[in-house]
């Protein structure tokens, strides 16, 4: 990790619209090539690895936390394990079952079909975010999420964050739904706050 959570927290402020003007614009060179030893059993979907690769490979001095990056796949059910951890160190990815909000899915079939970044909408947004820093909430201990396109960056304001929840459980077929948060299992929590919290890229991708 290239800069402590507190050196990073103080500038965070400063970073945000740097980041966020760098998320809107033309993506940087393809950098596959240069992390080819990320994900060598092809798990994550290509299109939506190689944006957040090239994401992170363009402005990594710029993030609080470097040593892993997130995808999540909402083309998938959320009965699949559809969100990616990828350890940027080693390339090894870990995956995770993740919810989607209730209004991007309101007939409840497991697939989210519909976002938005409005306030009350309770639906899921999609594009890139940083991860912001912990606090213990009304789910437990939670961590931020800051967007930084215009398909997120209400993601503060909306309260969008990870935590975990009880209907996010491999026996409910499809999950639960949240009111818009990306929400995990309650056991993983502890160890997905532990590892990303602090300026990771946590990319939110359905197709686009």
């Not at 995990?184 to 946590?202: A, C, F, P, R, W």
């Amino acid at each position: 990790m290239k800069m402590t959570m507190l050196s990073w927290c103080a500038s965070f402020m400063f970073l945000v619209p740097t980041l966020a003007q760098a998320a809107g614009s033309a993506p940087p060179k393809n950098s596959a090539a240069k992390y080819d030893y990320v994900d060598p059993q092809n798990l994550v979907p290509k299109k939506a690895l190689t944006r957040a690769l090239d994401y992170f490979d363009k402005y990594r001095d710029k993030l609080g936390n470097d040593d892993y990056i997130t995808v999540i796949d909402f083309t998938q059910s959320s009965s699949s394990k559809r969100m990616y951890v990828v350890d940027m160190r080693t390339g090894a990815v870990t995956r995770y079952l993740v919810a989607h909000g209730n209004g991007s899915d309101p007939a409840h079939t497991g697939y989210a079909k519909k976002f938005s970044n409005t306030s009350g909408s309770n639906m899921s947004s999609l594009g890139m975010y940083v991860t912001g820093g912990e606090y213990d909430g009304k789910h437990g201990r939670s961590m931020r999420l800051v967007g930084l396109e215009s398909t997120n960056n209400n993601a503060l304001d909306r309260a969008i964050v990870v935590h975990g929840a009880w209907y996010v459980d491999p026996q409910y077929k499809p999950l639960g739904r949240s009111q818009g948060c990306p929400a995990v299992e309650d056991k993983y929590i502890n160890t997905l706050v532990t590892q990303l919290k602090g300026g990771s890229v946590y990319y939110i991708w359905a197709g686009q």
